[in-house]
């Protein structure tokens, strides 16, 4: 864990942001149940945490428990991933989250670049309405995407079933998408394409591209946001 070597800041970040530790572990045992002990979640989080306060650069202007957030939860997803294959629900809604994880990452840098600027509150009450759809179509889309090659072995084999409800409203959402693609600019859509509905890895299509992985965020929430409106119009809630 932090080391006495550690230069005084990165002590300080650590030890002030320790308590988001407990918090996204919890969160992150509510979602998926308890297929893995809360010990080793927190084990997983101070590393990621760490590693935070140690990557983190001030001058980027996100603040740094904004910024850790994303990291401990990161850490701790991966370190869920490497543990035993989950039962398909929690699997599922572990892409889930990994997906908003993903569409926060494009939005947070600009988030705090504006935070200047002068809204009234019904603006700021629209923005954020507009923030928490577009989550929530982000985690359906992590939910139903395509498991990234070699990922498959994850996923218990003697898990439970959907429902005949649940399986119709996934190959509703699929369809959707797989129809609205056309709609989406040519490289958001190869995004959406490749990472949710044929299982590439993120960065990987990022670099086939030719984007870095932070342009590539943005071009994905992008894609999502779009996504999240034709959806509503659509009248399919997520």
């Known amino acids: 864990m932090a080391q006495p070597a550690d230069p005084p800041e990165v002590l300080e970040r650590f030890h002030g942001a320790l308590d988001l530790v407990p918090l996204i572990a919890g969160q992150l045992r509510a979602c998926i149940g308890s297929v893995v002990?809360?010990?080793?979640?927190?084990?997983?989080?101070?590393?990621?945490?760490?590693?935070?306060?140690?990557?983190?650069?001030p001058q980027r202007g996100v603040p740094f428990r904004a910024y850790a957030t994303l990291r401990v939860r990161g850490t701790i997803v991966d370190g869920i991933r490497t543990i035993s294959p989950l039962p398909r629900r929690a699997y599922e809604r572990l892409r889930g989250v990994m997906a908003m994880d993903s569409l926060n990452e494009g939005v947070i840098g600009d988030a705090f670049s504006a935070v200047s600027v002068a809204v009234s509150p019904q603006a700021a009450?629209?923005?954020?309405?507009?923030?928490?759809?577009?989550?929530?179509?982000?985690?359906?889309?992590?939910?139903?995407a395509t498991p990234v090659r070699g990922e498959e072995g994850e996923v218990a084999a003697l898990s439970p079933t959907e429902s005949p409800e649940t399986t119709a409203e996934n190959a509703e959402l699929r369809d959707f998408v797989k129809g609205a693609l056309a709609t989406l600019p040519p490289q958001e859509a190869e995004l959406v394409r490749r990472h949710y509905l044929e299982g590439d890895r993120f960065d990987e299509v990022a670099a086939d591209l030719g984007l870095s992985k932070s342009w590539a965020s943005r071009l994905h929430a992008k894609a999502i946001g779009r996504l999240a409106k034709r959806l509503k119009a659509a009248g399919i809630e997520r």
């Open 37 to 57: 002990e809360a010990d080793d979640l927190l084990s997983y989080g101070r590393v990621g945490l760490l590693d935070a306060a140690r990557r983190f650069d």
């Open 125 to 144: 009450d629209d923005a954020l309405a507009e923030h928490l759809a577009n989550l929530a179509t982000a985690m359906a889309l992590g939910m139903i």
